[in-house]
């Protein structure tokens, strides 16, 4: 066929190094930029035929998020705006790994097992963040799509919720919003204010917000979302990328991990500030006390003060819609404490990555998900945003539910369902703490965060750690588990443990405990445990003090 020789003759313009192999993780494939040139073109052809399978537009986002401006990755996004379908990740792997002169057959035989038609027509979006690689990977994406005979639609610049918003929007047949940037923020920007005006006595502190924006693709949309959102919030925008680099010393990942603040913000006491990744799917917010010391609010406080909100809301609007927080092993011991016995909201903990708190939040009315790194959303069943909608039209009921349920279909609209999103977040959070009534101390006061310390080792082969229980214990290798047991007895309050990063060649390491000092202790000694028992690469750890 001559679509088949098309491949063959473009594939060569994006040849595969011999002998590389690389794997699609917890977001795709990552790595350094200079890799990847085939792996977009090859996921061109795969997106074009989950296309003619699904017979919906799907889309291509090139990014590698929080990693280092070098490295740069690519994810597939389904019909609904969710991640690529787990049986085409292993797709995307055998496509990727296929030598030059087999990729044709591995083509086919994903074609087969599909039972694809390829005179389907096919629909690609694609996207990128701000790396200087990223536009000729997508280019190599595009020309990917075009070698199969798909269609492509080329948004440039996006994050990469905006990419997930776009194909969900297409695909709803513009149901969900319509499919354009100017689209997007109206959209949100109309819920948010339609939350927000008619809040009583706001002062101009509460109104102001400082963003760090990575250095990346959400400092640029920061600044087109800002005149539709001016009269209710001023955002203070540092590391819009005019000058500093990507992620480095800056952004979401930087903040959660270190615990303090980017680059480029100077902390003024009791003043709001957020930060986003580099692909503006995650926000943390943080502030400093009387005393300077910095307090981070994470994706485990986002995930408390949204359910909190929302139950509330739903007990007076009198609907009886369940809520249930969907978290990972990372989210602090402290907050899932709060959220089951405070708040007496479900809980329950999935497998770290996006799909799996995803899947999880679809199962209940409402679904509140949030990795404790600041990815998360809110889900809403079919059924409960019916009966939201029908409670607005209600005229049989008194002012009090019919507020409720107002403030209940705005948030449905400003949150973006389909994926974890910076920028959507950052407008709920501002407009739950407006409406509230709450600065960020009193936010912060919910619970007190027991604390923690993440580490990385680097092992010569991270895939001999098995793990089960939501990631929670170490099957293999053997002996592992039961010397983090040992370690963990040592200390109060404190929880540990250990699983194969997806995204970078390390095993993560995390602790918990009464102190900062016992968790930094405990995460040192594990961190040990795992260099002995799992094949740790050169030198041991050394203690964080
Ligand atoms: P890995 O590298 O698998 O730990 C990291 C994050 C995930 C998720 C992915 C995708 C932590 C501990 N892990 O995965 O939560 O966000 O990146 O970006 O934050
Ligand atoms: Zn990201």
């Not at 994810?75 to 379908?85: C, F, H, R, S």
């Not at 990729?103 to 097992?113: F, G, R, V």
Request: with cysteine.
């Amino acid at each position: 066929m001559a679509q088949f020789e098309e491949v063959s003759v473009n594939s060569k313009l994006h040849p595969k190094p011999e002998g590389l192999i690389m794997q699609y993780g917890t977001a795709g494939f990552r790595s350094n930029a200079k890799h990847l040139d085939h792996i977009m073109f090859r996921m061109g052809l795969l997106a074009t035929l989950r296309s003619k399978k699904t017979k919906f537009t799907i889309g291509v986002m090139v990014t590698a998020s929080h990693n280092p401006e070098e490295d740069n990755g690519v994810k597939l996004i389904d019909p609904m705006g969710e991640m690529v379908a787990v049986e085409w990740e292993i797709y995307a792997t055998q496509l990727a790994n296929a030598e030059q002169d087999s990729l044709l057959h591995e083509l086919k035989s994903i074609i087969e097992a599909e039972g694809i038609d390829l005179t389907e027509p096919a629909y690609v979006f694609v996207g990128r963040d701000t790396r200087p690689s990223s536009a000729s990977l997508s280019q190599a994406v595009v020309d990917g799509v075009c070698s199969l005979g798909g269609k492509i639609l080329d948004y440039g610049l996006v994050t990469t919720p905006q990419l997930h918003y776009m194909v969900c929007c297409c695909n709803t047949k513009s149901c969900y919003g319509s499919a354009t940037l100017e689209g997007y923020y109206q959209k949100l920007s109309q819920a948010f204010l339609q939350l927000t005006h008619n809040v009583p006595n706001r002062t101009d502190d509460q109104k102001r917000l400082v963003v760090d924006g990575a250095n990346g693709i959400g400092a640029l949309k920061m600044k087109e979302l800002e005149p539709f959102i001016r009269s209710e919030l001023q955002v203070l925008l540092s590391n819009d990328g005019s000058q500093g680099k990507l992620n480095h010393l800056c952004g979401a990942d930087y903040v959660k991990v270190q615990q303090k603040a980017p680059q480029g913000v100077t902390l003024v006491e009791g003043e709001r500030c957020c930060s986003f990744d580099g692909d503006a799917d995650r926000i943390v917010y943080y502030y400093t006390d009387s005393k300077g010391s910095f307090h981070l609010l994470d994706g485990d406080k986002i995930a408390t003060l949204i359910s909190t909100f929302l139950k509330e809301l739903l007990t007076q609007a009198e609907l009886n819609l369940q809520i249930a927080v969907v978290q990972t092993a990372y989210a602090n011991g402290s907050s899932t404490r709060y959220l089951e016995d405070i708040m007496k909201v479900v809980v329950c903990c999935t497998k770290t990555g996006v799909k799996h708190l995803h899947h999880a939040a679809q199962k209940y009315d409402i679904g509140v998900y949030f990795e404790a790194n600041g990815h998360g959303t809110v889900l809403f069943s079919k059924a409960a945003h019916k009966q939201i909608l029908e409670l607005v039209k209600d005229p049989n009921i008194n002012d009090e539910r019919k507020h409720a349920a107002k403030l209940l279909e705005n948030t449905v609209n400003l949150i973006n369902q389909t994926v974890g999103d910076a920028i959507s977040d950052m407008m709920l959070i501002e407009a739950v703490l407006a409406i509230r009534g709450m600065s960020v101390q009193d936010w912060d006061s919910i619970y007190t965060d027991l604390p923690n310390r993440q580490l990385k080792v680097t092992v010569s082969d991270r895939r001999v750690i098995d793990t089960t229980d939501a990631e929670r214990r170490a099957v293999t290798p053997g002996g592992l588990q039961d010397a983090i047991d040992a370690l963990v007895k040592k200390y109060k309050s404190a929880r540990a443990f250990v699983r194969p990063s997806g995204t970078e060649d390390v095993v993560r390491v995390y602790a918990e405990a009464d102190s900062q000092e016992s968790a930094d202790c405990l995460a040192h000694e594990v961190s040990l445990a795992v260099h002995h028992l799992a094949g740790g690469v050169g030198e041991k750890p050394k203690p964080l003090h």
